[in-house]
């Protein structure tokens, strides 16, 4: 079996191939549920491509539904996004020679799964060249913006997407991108990589009875982090 490779941005194309199977079911679905919130598919273009979120999008959708104030849209919005903020800071270290341009690109287009793929070859090869990045997000950027936008053409004919499994495409991708990132890990460092997992989960757990889901899940993962940090030299 050829080894995977990590410089060119062909490479990171082809690394984007499991993003690009998730993406084309969950952005048809969000341009269904978008077109059946009034949106137009002009407007549900230009959310995909300025908001590039997921799952803030179907949550835009839904407030849009109930007729929620901007303000709570715009806020909501920023909760559920700050993620990203962490997800770009943990692998802002590995493009310290990129230019402020390169990393300005590659922390915009850095999505939940792109980050899993991209932290999964650091752990392998320990570095990435930016070329390959860019292909990694370029390619998931697009093929999100067509998948919502084809998801809209055709929502008039898809009134009920459940119907097609479409409502599982998101927990699927993220279940296939969980497996491939805890596979290494477990095979190296298993005690640290249970750790940090229940960390997690009791925290996580434990912070949605307290508070939001969107903070619940900052919080966890920072101290996810933490913890990681702190077993990393006892495992």
Request: glycine share 8%.
């Amino acid at each position: 079996m050829e080894e995977a490779k990590y410089e060119t941005f062909l490479d990171g194309v082809k690394a984007c191939v499991p993003t690009i199977l998730g993406y084309l079911g969950i952005g048809f679905a969000l341009g269904v549920v978008g077109k059946g919130v009034g949106l137009s598919v002009f407007a549900i273009f230009l959310m995909s491509v300025i908001v590039y979120a997921g799952s803030a999008q179907f949550i835009i959708c839904g407030l849009l539904a109930i007729q929620a104030p901007i303000t709570s849209v715009v806020a909501t919005v920023f909760l559920v996004n700050l993620r990203h903020f962490l997800m770009s800071l943990s692998v802002a270290p590995y493009f310290r020679r990129a230019s402020l341009l390169e990393n300005v690109g590659i922390g915009s287009l850095l999505t939940d799964e792109s980050y899993g793929v991209l932290t999964m070859a650091l752990k392998k090869v320990g570095k990435v060249s930016v070329a390959w990045t860019n292909g990694l997000n370029i390619c998931a950027y697009l093929t999100w913006t067509l998948a919502t936008v084809l998801g809209a053409l055709l929502g008039n004919f898809i009134p009920e997407p459940e119907t097609f499994g479409l409502d599982f495409a998101l927990v699927a991708m993220f279940l296939g991108l969980f497996l491939f990132q805890v596979e290494l890990p477990l095979k190296t460092k298993t005690k640290q990589t249970i750790i940090v997992l229940l960390s997690v989960i009791v925290v996580l757990y434990l912070l949605m009875w307290l508070t939001t889901p969107e903070i619940a899940v900052i919080i966890a993962a920072l101290i996810g982090c933490f913890v990681g940090v702190a077993t990393h030299d006892k495992y």
